[in-house]
């Protein structure tokens, strides 16, 4: 059981350029979402994911795209990567709020992402 | 608009003192509260949470916290800090705006205390 993965670790990219932030949990889990973390303003939600096929915005979603095409990935993609999104990513994902004794959420490692 | 306030950027302890990271919030309805504690280039570690029931909650490393709904407080604590409890914490809330969309599975955190204890 490696719980959440997310790949790749660190990354530096020139502005204009894009990528995908790979995100993969193995528990089965039905929400998905993901966070950056900047200094001094703690995590704040970008997108997030009940179920494979439906996404939703979080509350810093511009210049991010994400899909859920399976329960277990959940990719999120920079179009065209600018300086203000240099941070540090972070994936969770958990069981669907409602089951109160398993609806923590696990995090994971994350990426951290520099844009030139 | 939902919130939650961590008001110390930092807190100091001697190893061997009780500690206490601070944490208000604001919500509709009845809240649903977490700790988690991030390492050095680490990813979030859940600590403890409160869903219900006794107001005090009891986590992972002899960590704990008290709800206090007069307050709107969710304080975590420690009797004895460890050198080894140096970590960013974070507290946060469940997402109760009612957006609907499974909207409610989205936490709302606070900015991160850093909590450094001295031998």
């Known amino acids: 059981n490696a719980g959440v993965t997310q790949t790749p670790k660190f990354q530096v990219l020139k502005t204009g350029q894009s990528m995908t932030l790979q995100c993969a949990q193995d528990?089965?889990?039905?929400?998905m979402s993901w966070y950056r973390q900047d200094p001094g303003m703690g995590l704040r939600l970008i997108h997030y994911s009940v179920g494979a096929g439906i996404t939703d915005q979080g509350e810093v979603p511009n210049g991010y795209n994400v899909s859920r095409s399976t329960t277990e990935d959940f990719p999120l993609r920079l179009l065209s990567a600018a300086p203000s999104q240099t941070s540090v990513y972070f994936c969770?994902?958990?069981?669907?709020?409602?089951?109160?004794?398993?609806?923590?959420?696990?995090f994971g490692p994350g990426t951290r992402l520099t844009v030139l | 608009a939902q919130s939650v306030a961590q008001p110390e950027d930092q807190v100091n302890v001697a190893e061997g003192n009780p500690l206490t990271v601070k944490c208000t919030y604001s919500?509709?309805?009845?809240?649903?509260l977490f700790w988690y504690v991030q390492y050095p280039n680490r990813g979030l570690q859940f600590l403890l949470k409160y869903i219900t029931g006794d107001n005090l909650v009891k986590g992972s490393y002899g960590f704990e916290a008290e709800f206090n709904k007069s307050q709107t407080s969710f304080h975590l604590k420690k009797p004895s800090a460890l050198v080894s409890d140096s970590a960013l914490y974070f507290c946060?809330?469940?997402?109760?705006?009612?957006?609907?969309?499974?909207?409610?599975?989205?936490?709302?955190f606070g900015k991160g205390t850093k909590l450094s204890v001295k031998p």
């Open positions: 946060a809330v469940r997402d109760r705006s009612g957006r609907g969309g499974g909207s409610q599975g989205n936490l709302i």
């Open positions: 969770a994902s958990s069981y669907l709020p409602g089951t109160e004794s398993t609806d923590t959420q696990y």
């Open positions: 919500v509709s309805g009845n809240p649903y």
């Open positions: 528990m089965n889990h039905e929400y």
